[in-house]
């Protein structure tokens, strides 16, 4: 995947309900992607969708992305997909520690293993992280630099670049009311000041930090101004290409 200065991330999850509509989507997008400047766009499909949605291209302007995946390159895990299987199949990309997964019960550990896993496979990891509570006191600081340690445990500083970061307060996901887009800015801070006290500053400035949590064609123009963020992560709204394709506008232009 290009390294670009702007990224927007369509996390479908498990939608849409057919692979035809999956096409429909992804071709609108990749029609919007190749107008932009300098955001590189991501979609992730459902497993299932991906060999189909790849055979689709669309340029270096965006690529496919996985969900998740398997640290194992195989064995005897009924149901899952590896890292490996994804990389072969050409998918250049993958969301890694996302809250909905963290719920499923991937661990820190877990994630720090599947991490390590997609860099040595050229895979970008896409690494979702962010509290469950904002609370008063600033408790959830202390609670998200425990989260990233535990997270990046495994990887060495010079891989640190080849880094994606999500920060996704998970109290902000699905909700339809995102982070205030000056806490947004705040937290985007704070996260570029963990990762540099973890890797080095020089490696720390390159890894992009972007926002996920409810972000729509609405509210994005004030995420990007006033967040100041390197992009967004997006579920709900990345579904509607007329939404998506306004929300990549802004990543581009503003
Ligand atoms: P949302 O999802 O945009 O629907 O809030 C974001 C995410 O889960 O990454």
């Known amino acids: 995947m290009p390294k670009n200065s702007r990224y927007a991330i ?3 999850k498990m939608n849409p309900p057919t692979l035809s509509e999956a ?3 992804y071709t609108k997008l990749r029609t919007k992607a ?3 400047r300098k955001t590189h766009t991501v979609v992730c499909p459902p497993f299932l969708y991906v060999p189909s949605i ?3 291209k669309g340029g270096e302007h965006i690529s496919v992305g996985a969900q998740t995946g398997r640290p194992e390159d195989a064995g005897s895990m009924t149901g899952e997909v590896s890292l490996s299987m994804l990389s072969h199949a050409g998918v250049s990309s993958v969301i890694l520690g996302h809250s909905e997964r963290r719920k499923m ?3 820190d550990e877990y994630i720090s293993k599947q991490i390590d896993r997609a860099l040595t496979l050229g895979l970008t990891p896409i690494v979702c992280v962010g509290e ?3 609370d008063a006191e600033g408790k959830f600081l202390h609670e998200l630099t425990a989260q990233m340690k535990a997270t990046f445990a495994k990887v060495p500083n010079k891989q640190a670049s080849k880094l994606i970061i999500a920060y996704e307060p998970v109290w902000a996901i699905g909700t339809g009311t995102p982070m205030p887009a000056q806490t947004i800015y705040e937290m985007t801070i704070f996260v570029k000041k963990v990762v540099s006290d973890l890797f080095g500053h020089d490696q720390g400035a390159r890894i992009p930090v972007l926002y996920g949590g409810s972000v729509n064609a609405k509210n994005i123009e004030e995420i990007m101004k006033v967040g100041k963020c390197d992009g967004v992560l997006v579920g709900k709204e990345s579904l509607n290409p007329i939404s998506f394709a306004a929300i990549m506008e ?3 232009t503003i």
Do not use: M, R, S
């Open 105 to 107: 019960g991937e661990t």
């Open 54 to 56: 790849l055979k689709l």
């Open 250 to 252: 802004a990543v581009d």
């Open 132 to 134: 469950k509570i904002h």
């Open 34 to 36: 190749a107008k932009l």
């Open 23 to 25: 096409a429909g989507i």
């Open 10 to 12: 369509a996390n479908w």
